[in-house]
């Protein structure tokens, strides 16, 4: 079922949680053969990450694989990705993405505030939080584009490192 406005961002229940992790262990081994494939992708210094209890990632948003690399980045543990919140409202691919850890990012003020009400449950699951600042995918765009502040703001709410990925 997708994502409807104004539900809860994540669904904790345990049948949910439980076909999160059946469906991440069989989509993202297909989706790293073909990120490695079209873009091969190494992952170095992964052991960096294993300092931090909970941490805010941020990236540019270039290809849109870019989920994909950076779940492989943190594996063997999984990470919440930040989306906006049309994409999760999607019949099929929004059941998809909430399976795989999106999480939609509601528009405005209310949209960060609701991921800051949400931050415990989320940081009960899962250690990272990841968000794309600039809001949208340019695809191949190598030039960084003007961050929006809402991860740098529920970093700071939250008190908690950014990490660039």
């Not at 990450?49 to 690399?69: E, Q």
């Amino acid at each position: 079922m997708p994502y409807r406005r104004g539900r809860p961002l994540i669904d904790s229940s345990l049948f949910f949680r439980a076909a999160a992790v059946m469906t991440f262990y069989i989509v993202w081994p297909i989706a790293q053969v073909v990120n490695l494939v079209m873009f091969s992708t190494g992952y170095k210094n992964r052991w960096k990450l294993s300092g931090f209890r909970r941490a805010i990632l941020v990236s540019n948003h270039t290809t849109f694989l870019d989920p994909v690399k950076i779940c492989g980045a943190m594996l063997p543990l999984r990470t919440w990705q930040t989306l906006l919140e049309k994409t999760v409202e999607a019949p099929v691919v929004g059941t998809l993405t909430r399976l795989l850890g999106g999480v939609p990012l509601p528009p405005g003020r209310s949209g960060l505030q609701r991921i800051l009400e949400t931050a415990d449950t989320l940081f009960r699951f899962r250690r990272f939080l990841h968000f794309y600042p600039e809001g949208e995918c340019y695809l191949y765009n190598q030039e960084i584009r003007e961050f929006k502040p809402g991860a740098f703001f529920i970093a700071a709410e939250l008190n908690l490192p950014v990490i660039p990925r």
